[in-house]
């Protein structure tokens, strides 16, 4: 059952007052959050049950190619770039068909990126929207990070004078805070269509940086790309549960690993796509240990190099991005100064085993 508007300033009140670390007149000066719902909510003794595998049948392999049903007389698209990003307007998720829905992935897949402006997601409540994300797949429960009290499919990003996460996940004594990634690529079924929308955005900064794993892959070589074709890597989730716990957060379920191929094939385009990531991979199977540091790395730098197959993703009031994990990764830019806030809420569908090139 959805909290009550009683309870909702309740636990937003007690997350005031109970951190620490707060700054109280910055919380005072804005009136808290837009969207008090959707505050990051943690609970220590909240446990999940181990993810079971699922079946799973891509919408975008039943989407009509001329998606007449979303790229209709009144849509506008904006390629950013050749490879990767579309911006969209003239469409609202919300009210797309099912047919339109399905289109939806499939666009997702091709461009990798959607950029919706002036959309009513983030005001149709959380029941509906958790109902247009599960058409994508099993919503993943995130074992550590904030969710939503009485909606755990919820992954919130927040930061603000009284929330800042950010500073215990990446070094402070870092030069930058770039960290490339594909969401919970840990997991056995990682994420596919995967939904994002922003309920406070500061004017200048808090963007998102997406680039194309796909046109990464086909940069290299023939010779270079047939020899990553055999190889896999492990995805882990025990760093992300060992931060966790030491600042005291919910560990929802035990860690797991997952062994995933470096190039897959997306089950609709066709597409491959290098499938490694700063974040959640850890070393390529078979490979010793600086061969492995070595052949990650030159990835890793190719990746974060490539400014030709990435974009910057700018947010709105009213924006909602939806993305192809399966074939991109991402980083936030931390760029925008602490006492602002910065709000969103992330839906993250699971798809299928990731299918070797």
């Known amino acids: 059952m959805a909290p009550s508007v009683s309870e909702i300033a309740t636990q937003v009140q007690e997350a005031t007052n109970n951190v620490g ?4 007149q910055s919380a005072k000066q804005d009136n808290g959050p837009s969207y008090p719902l959707y505050y990051p909510y943690y609970d220590v003794n909240e446990k999940f049950p181990p993810t079971e595998i699922f079946e799973y049948s891509d919408p975008g392999a039943r989407a009509d190619p001329a998606k ?3 790229l209709n007389a009144d849509t506008k698209v904006h390629h950013i770039s050749p490879f990767i990003g579309t911006e969209v307007s003239g469409v609202q998720i919300s009210q797309l068909s099912e047919e339109g829905l399905d289109e939806l992935a499939l666009y997702a897949a091709e461009r990798k990126v959607l ?8 005001d149709i409540g959380p029941d509906r929207q958790i109902e247009i994300a599960k058409r994508y797949g099993q919503i993943q429960r995130h074992p550590t990070s904030p969710n939503v009290k009485g909606y755990p499919e919820f992954h919130v990003v927040y930061r603000g004078a009284e929330h800042d996460r950010l500073k215990d996940i990446i070094r402070s004594d870092r030069i930058n805070r770039t960290q490339w990634h594909s969401d919970i690529s840990y997991e056995k079924q990682t994420p596919g269509t995967t939904f994002f929308f922003i309920l406070d955005q500061p004017d200048v900064g808090g963007d998102t940086l997406f680039a194309s794993q796909v046109e990464a892959y086909n940069r290299l070589s023939p010779a270079f790309q047939q020899r990553l074709e055999g190889l896999y890597a492990v995805h882990s989730a025990v760093e992300q549960a060992e931060i966790s716990r030491r600042r005291g957060g919910p ?3 035990e860690p797991v690993e997952s062994v995933h191929p470096l190039v897959r094939r997306h089950p609709v385009t066709g597409e491959k796509a290098l499938y490694v990531n700063q974040g959640f991979t850890r070393n390529i199977v078979g490979y010793k240990f600086e061969e492995s540091e070595n052949l990650l790395k030159f990835l890793y730098d190719h990746i974060a190099k490539g400014a030709d197959f990435q974009i910057r993703a700018t947010y709105q ?26 709000h969103a809420v992330r839906l993250t569908p699971q798809a299928e085993i990731p299918i070797p090139a």
Do not use: M, Y
């Not at 670390?21 to 109280?24: E, F, V």
């Not at 950029?115 to 983030?122: A, E, G, P, V």
């Not at 991005?321 to 100064?337: C, E, K, L, Y």
């Open 68 to 70: 007449p049903h979303l």
């Open 21 to 24: 670390k707060l700054n109280l």
């Open 251 to 253: 560990v929802r379920r």
């Open 317 to 342: 009031p009213g924006t909602v991005i939806v993305w192809d994990n399966r074939v991109t990764v991402h980083s936030a830019t931390g760029d925008f100064d602490t006492s602002i806030r910065r």
């Open 115 to 122: 950029i919706f402006r002036d959309q009513d997601f983030k």
